[in-house]
């Protein structure tokens, strides 16, 4: 089994910053992707952003350029750099791990909420 645990998420002005924490413990094995989702209110989870490796990332379009997804394998520590953020970023934020068996893990999410 694998837990993960996210943290923080908050309130923010638009323009403004957060990082993104997500602490992974377990049985964790490399290598594996991770990733960062959302859900708005009232939409569906949708992907934010993966990495498998420390040079192998994708983003969804809205986010290219303001967000940076990372992580540091000796801390089993997922991480999201956001900066210029909008109205429309909004939601909660979820990690995910997904082991090469293909087990697939989800963290309980953080809120994030940006004003105008």
């Known amino acids: 089994q694998v837990q993960l645990v996210e943290s923080g998420g908050g309130l923010v002005q638009a323009g403004g910053s957060l990082r993104l924490s997500c602490a992974a413990s377990?049985?964790?094995?490399?290598?594996?992707?991770m990733g960062w989702y959302r859900q708005a209110p009232g939409k569906q989870r949708e992907l934010v952003a993966t990495?498998?490796?420390?040079?192998?990332?994708n983003y969804a379009d809205s986010v290219k350029g303001r967000f940076t997804i990372s992580r540091d394998d000796a801390k089993n520590t997922l991480y999201l750099q956001m900066n210029s953020l909008k109205p429309e970023d909004t939601g909660v934020y979820y990690c995910?791990?997904?082991?090469?068996?293909?087990?697939?893990?989800w963290g309980q999410g953080t809120m994030v909420t940006v004003s105008s």
């Open positions: 995910r791990v997904t082991q090469q068996s293909g087990a697939t893990y």
């Open positions: 377990g049985s964790i094995f490399s290598p594996n992707a």
């Open positions: 990495i498998i490796s420390s040079i192998t990332t």
